[in-house]
Nanobody, 120 residues
Framework: QVQLVESGGGLVQPGGSPRLSCVAS????????MGWYRQAPGKQRELVGV???????NYADSVKGRFTISRDNAKNTVYLEMNSLKAEDTAVYYC??????????????WGQGTQVTVSS
C-alpha cells in the first residue's frame, strides 16, 4: 500500500526556516515527480514546488527565492526547505507523488497533509 509520511509541520514563528519531509513507501510505479502543495483556509490547493525525476524544479511565484525543494531518490523522499516564513504561508501542506506503471497507467497519491502555522 502506498503511504506518504509527512513531517516537519507545526507552529513556526515568522522568519522561521522549517523543513518538511515526505517519505513515500509502497511505490511500485515509476515516479514522474514529487512535490508539495498547500491549501490555506478558504483557498484552493496550489502548487508550492515540484521536482521531477530528472531534477528539474518548479515553484509558485509566492515562494520563489524562499523555498527549496529537493529529493533523495534512493529513499523516495522529498523535502521542502522553507525560509523567511510569512503569515501568508500558513496552510496545510500536502505531499504529492505521481508516476506511471504498466501500460502507462497513471498513479497519483497524496499525503494526509501537515499543518504549518506561521504566527508569533
Amino acid at each position: 500500500q502506498v503511504q506518504l509520511v509527512e513531517s516537519g509541520g507545526g507552529l513556526v514563528q515568522p522568519g522561521g526556516s522549517p523543513r518538511l519531509s515526505c517519505v513515500a513507501s509502497g511505490i511500485t510505479f515509476r515516479i514522474n515527480a514529487m512535490g508539495w502543495y498547500r491549501q490555506a483556509p478558504g483557498k484552493q490547493r496550489e502548487l508550492v514546488g515540484v521536482i521531477t525525476s530528472d531534477g528539474s524544479t518548479n515553484y509558485a511565484d509566492s515562494v520563489k527565492g524562499r523555498f527549496t525543494i529537493s529529493r533523495d531518490n534512493a529513499k523516495n523522499t522529498v523535502y521542502l526547505e522553507m525560509n523567511s516564513l510569512k503569515a501568508e504561508d500558513t496552510a496545510v501542506y500536502y505531499c504529492n507523488v505521481n508516476g506511471y506503471g504498466y501500460g502507462w497507467r497513471k498513479y497519483e497519491y497524496w499525503g494526509q497533509g501537515t499543518q504549518v502555522t506561521v504566527s508569533s
